[in-house]
């Protein structure tokens, strides 16, 4: 893989349900411009929750820590 993943499972779940209630919502109740933009910047926030990684994440220095990850803590 080229990027390292930054978003921890729990997270990933939620980032990937609010994403798609967002875009719905953009496209169904907003509607128009304003609803297609909703529905665009939902999409990204969908994406990174399906690619568990996230750009703003990275520029901040977020990391998962690999311990936790093994479940070995």
Do not use: Q
């Amino acid at each position: 893989m080229f990027y390292v993943k930054n978003v921890p499972n729990g997270e990933r779940a939620v980032r990937v349900v609010a994403g798609l209630l967002a875009m719905a919502i953009g496209l169904l109740a907003v509607g128009g411009t304003p609803g297609v933009l909703l529905a665009a910047s939902a999409a990204g926030i969908a994406v990174s929750g399906l690619f568990g990684f996230c750009p703003m994440c990275a520029m901040v220095g977020r990391r998962l820590d690999k311990a936790k990850k093994n479940g070995t803590v």
